[in-house]
């Protein structure tokens, strides 16, 4: 059974980076069928995408955060994480990991359970 | 960029057929996943690959995906159904949720 769980401070201060872990269970992130990603919820808005990783090292950005964000695997391959640099309020949210499948237009076929993140003071 | 357009609500009564869509440029050239997001908890994947369910989702949930719309389709629709549902698809290395759909069971 394949488990995604988050990890990192629920609470950054603005202009700080946000950083964020994400465990894998049950499944190998050197896998040729899976990109490995993040999403975030703002309170009571929509999905919004961030960024994935291939097992390869390769990375593809939202294009309205890329010069924002920054997606790396652990050379475990067990985790890999996220950094959101300059943070603002408008950046907290619900941050979740997820399991992008290749061949179906990255369905999320595996979701961690999400781990609220607030920018504040 | 590419956009994926839903409506921001929809209502059903029990035991009724509900229809979502999401509509975008040329959709059908495209795959689209759907999700279920009941509050406070991880979307679930409802639909993948324009109409194939994953193991464990109920046959009254099914999709289609023609011209410029896809469309997600609940038959029976039960209360447990009411939920956000969002269409996704990937489109030149990004991928693109649409904004939500807002399930009300009357």
């Known amino acids: 059974q394949v488990q995604l769980q988050e990890s990192g401070p629920g609470l950054v201060k603005p202009s700080e980076t946000l950083s964020l872990s994400c465990s894998v269970s049950g499944d190998a992130i050197n896998s040729t069928t899976y990109y490995w990603g993040w999403i975030r919820q703002s309170p009571g808005k929509g999905l919004e995408w961030l960024g994935l990783?291939?097992?390869?090292?390769?990375?593809y950005y939202s294009s309205s955060l890329k010069s924002r964000v920054i997606i790396s695997l652990d050379p475990s391959r067990i985790h890999f994480s996220l950094q959101l640099t300059s943070v603002t309020a408008a950046d907290t949210a619900v941050y979740f990991c997820a399991r992008h499948v290749v061949v179906a237009a990255s369905a999320v076929d595996y979701w961690g359970q999400g781990t609220l993140v607030t920018v504040s003071s | 960029s590419y956009d994926l357009t839903q409506s921001p609500s929809v209502s059903v009564s029990p035991g009724q057929t509900a229809h979502i869509a999401c509509s975008g440029d040329k959709l059908a050239d495209k795959y689209i996943s759907w999700y279920q997001q009941t509050p406070g908890q991880s979307p679930v994947l409802i639909i993948y690959?324009?109409?194939n369910r994953p193991s464990g989702i109920p046959e009254r949930f099914s999709g289609s995906n023609s011209g410029n719309t896809a469309t997600l389709t609940i038959s029976g629709t039960q209360a447990m159904d009411e939920a956000d549902y969002y269409c996704?698809?990937?489109?030149?290395?990004?991928?693109?949720f649409g904004g939500g759909t807002k399930l009300t069971v009357l």
């Open positions: 996704q698809t990937w489109d030149t290395g990004t991928v693109i």
């Open positions: 990783i291939y097992y390869t090292g390769s990375t």
């Open positions: 690959q324009d109409s």
